[in-house]
């Protein structure tokens, strides 16, 4: 292979020259101010069709794609601006301005929607079968079915109105409680006061006796919060069962469901198969306390390395390392890689003021995407490169599907990602330059299990019992620590020493308003690419252009649908899900064989 250089920053120029002082980006947004202001004519205007031969819906649809991708255009760009420098105060500007933009759009969206539901039911199947809408009916019928269980379109605008301050307000408290969280802390005969992420980092410390002090302060901390966060949680829990209830949903788990396009069955058989699998990783967190030297693990110990990591590898060598491994795979996500590192779609520099973490966003206007990350030349520095290459490597893969169909949700979001970090980490394990460097990266994998299987599952756990619980009134901190302390014994199957019973408030995912329920889409992505990767390995190259087109459908289909289309397995029955965490069981097992001395 011919080595090129590749650089460590990104290029945003091809999309608006000059950064957040660009005039192009400001035109763009005079441009979509305009777009939008007649789109929301053209909807105010619209006759509800009568004939079959009607095709004004399919001019509305096609402004509203040009409306959204330049949004989503528009979006993608200032996301990087914040991201690629934390204090650049005109690039939250910008966000405002978008925000802005994206919520008169659901405005016009509400009254959109609220006169498809108007269409009488022969006009609107007789439309459906319109060329021009046929590649739509999943995602038409899906709006229009929202819209029918939803509440007349005023009554839901008064709900939106007052979610502003009674329910995403909420969501917003919690960032500021959180804000102020200080950990105090003594390091090297000093006394410091560690942010909640500093803190956390500690918990990854090889020393116990720090991992057990900081969980100790961490608890305390939380818990002198925890009036604070009771009082939020409810609030904005019961702003949702409010809701709810005003629509007549009674299910709570009804609106995460239909927005992962998934049934409550799938869900069941996936967490029963995880609950019926647990033993093999109750026996790994046995084996982790013996090689710590203890009798059963704290919650603190949970991510404790059990060893040291020699190698490190320098930007070009991971990615040189990622693009041989896609190779075994397939061309396309080869010829894809290749390309994002030669026209620099990433920005991987190890600088002060960049955001922490990872992402990946599309700019669809252009049909390019762009990857954010800090690269320091870890293995799982690599991992997170190439997760975020999957990311990309779905977008790219629904170029040529009609926008409309290019909206997937959570729970298959993380799936070609997965996929690909999958490919990497494999090839890691197996390239590892010893058994200690083979026994760590063995033990990252087994970790993501854990989380999945067990963190996740607790999470899940917790939810669901406390909503129910809500329903019935106010539900005190006592009684929080209680279901969350249940939970996390049920989902570790009793394998810890102590556990995290304050977990309600300290994880952000409870006070997420956007998306509810934001646990189980992650376990589901996890094990649904994991089926996937164990059909890759064992048909070889060929499988690309299938594992493509199962990709080009995740934003038309129920994941039901899907898998049965794609993988020909049914979800709502055990197979599929054995199958994945059977590949999770093998890597315990060669874990268990490699400590067992
Ligand atoms: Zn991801």
Redesign the pocket.
Known sequence: MAINTYELTWDLDVFFEGGSSSRDFTDHLEKLKEQLAEFAAAVEDWEIPVSSSDETLVKLLEKFQAVSQNLRQAGAFVSCLQAQDTNDTRANELRGMVTTLSSSLSTILTNFDEKLLNIQEGIWNELLEQNALKPLNFVLNERRKKAAEKLPKDQEALINALSIDGYHGWGEMYDTIVSQVKIPFEENGEKVELSVGQAANKFSSSDREVRKRIFAEWEKAWDKQADLLAGTLNHLSGFRLSVYKQRGWDQILKEALDYNRMKQETLDVMWKVIADNKQPFANYLKRKADLLGVEKLSWADLDAPVGELGTSYSYQQGAEFILNHFEDFGDELTQFTKKAFEDRWIEAEDRAGKRPG???TSFPVSGQSRIFMTYSGTPSNVSTLA??L??AFHSFALKDTHPLNRGYAMNV??TA??FAEMIVSDAAVSNAKSDDEKLVLLEDKIQRSVAFFMNIHARFLFETRFYEERKKGMVSKKRLNELMEEAQKEAYVDSLEEYHPLFWGSKLHFFITGVPFYNFPYTF?YLFSLGIYAQAVKEGKGYEQKYMAMLEDTGSMTVEDLAMKHLGVDLTKREFWEEGVKLCIKDVEEFMEMTNK
Do not use: D, K
């Open positions: 990872g992402f990946c997760h975020e999957g990311h979001a993380e990602s997965t992505g």
